[in-house]
């Protein structure tokens, strides 16, 4: 049995108070093909279009991801919560199963993109930097597909939680 750092729960659980999106990564390649529900993804800036996302150093998929050095960050709608739980690990089917669930297509150099996802952006891994527990990753990107409609899928407080459009909103009020 260990004892838990203090601090580290702390962490977590103030960490837990961040509403983030939610989105698949996606790769393919010579190491193979695979995708991770990630909340830890972020921009750099806009010249390049650059990305930071993170990836727990002791998942299975961080070496394919930096063997094949390409990467899609997928952006999930509201209606896709399915496909976050499957890429999360939360149900038991197998990768090749979490990508026959779902429309995917081929994208810019094959990499999986999501059909019906709020943005899907692709791009090569500029640069890796291990911190503690995970892989940041900087992807510069090359591909930006963009859905003009859709609720968002946000992670909060250990749960998704789907988040209405703005013209969903002003279609209520």
Known sequence: MTIQD???QTFRNAMARFSAAVSVLTTQG???RCG????AVCSVTDSPPTVLACIN???AMNPVFKANGRMCI???NGEQEIVARHFAGMTDIDM?????HEAWREGRDGLP????CLASMEGRIEQVTEVGTHSIYLVVLDEI????CGDGLVYFERAFHRLASKAEVLRAA
């Open 113 to 116: 993109v999501l059909d019906g």
């Open 36 to 39: 991770i529900t990630a909340t």
């Open 74 to 76: 997928n952006v999930l």
């Open 6 to 8: 203090p601090m580290k």
């Open 96 to 100: 090749d199963a979490r990508f026959a």
């Open 30 to 32: 010579e190491a193979g």
């Open 145 to 148: 597909t963009v859905t003009e």
């Open 57 to 59: 150093r002791n998942s």
